[in-house]
């Protein structure tokens, strides 16, 4: 597999359910984001990765939110205590991490979040 | 904190008319600016981009400008065709220290056969 992917595509939980998103990177991409879309708004930038290091995370994310990438490779998503304004599309997406020039942006097909 | 605004939310024109979208970004460090085509129920693609040393690129009928000064690019598509209808989302970044992307709100383009 060439692109990202990211795993369930689709999830429905009830309000104060638990839910954790996967996103497994193009393979020699060292720089993993995850970003969040709802309706009709561009992509919300959430939080990054370097690696395995998290090297920035949006001030406006709730703490109910945590990104982990343990082994620099795939990461996971988690929230906790979901909240009906949760619902969202949560995108990941990957990039080489050039030391120098820009690093392009290649966008996983996304995980809906509807919470109940 | 840093912005991206985008203008206008939708557009409508006529196939073979042009498209112009804009774009201001509020962190004067950004230097690199990419464009991402967005169709319905799909993942942003990116099109197009430009880094801050250039003042415009072009691709076909996909050119961008780039004002560092006004700190304001544009998107521009000639000769539009029915496929170029989808949501456009225009992104600021640094390319040191930070790399995250703050993208615009989305420009919905339509055009009419």
């Known amino acids: 597999d060439t692109g990202v992917s990211q795993d369930p595509r689709h999830k429905i939980t009830k309000r104060g359910q638990n839910v954790t998103f996967r996103c497994d990177p193009i393979?020699?991409?060292?720089?993993l984001y995850w970003y969040r879309q709802t309706l009709g708004q561009g992509p919300e930038f959430l939080t990054y990765?370097?690696?395995?290091?998290?090297?920035?995370k949006s001030r406006l994310l709730s703490d109910r939110f945590s990104a982990e990438r343990p082994k620099g490779s795939f990461s996971t998503l988690e929230i906790q205590r979901t909240e009906q304004g949760d619902s969202a599309m949560y995108l990941c997406a990957s990039s080489l991490g050039q030391l120098s020039g820009a690093n392009v942006l290649t966008f996983g097909a996304g995980s809906r979040l509807t919470v109940l | 904190g840093e912005n991206v605004e985008q203008h206008p939310s939708t557009l409508s024109v006529q196939e073979g008319d042009s498209a112009v979208i804009k774009c201001t970004y509020s962190?004067?460090?950004?230097?690199?600016f990419p464009w991402y085509k967005q169709e319905l129920g799909k993942r942003p693609q990116l099109i197009i981009d430009?880094?801050?040393?250039?003042g415009e690129k072009k691709d076909q009928r996909i050119a961008v400008t780039l004002n560092k000064t006004a700190k304001h690019f544009s998107l521009h598509i000639t000769e539009t065709q029915p496929e170029d209808s989808a949501v456009y989302f225009c992104a600021a970044s640094r390319t040191s220290g930070t790399y995250k992307y703050i993208f615009g709100t989305g420009t919905r383009l339509k055009v009419l056969a």
């Open positions: 430009i880094r801050s040393n250039v």
């Open positions: 990765f370097q690696n395995e290091a998290q090297l920035e």
């Open positions: 962190d004067s460090a950004s230097n690199y």
């Open positions: 393979s020699e991409h060292n720089r």
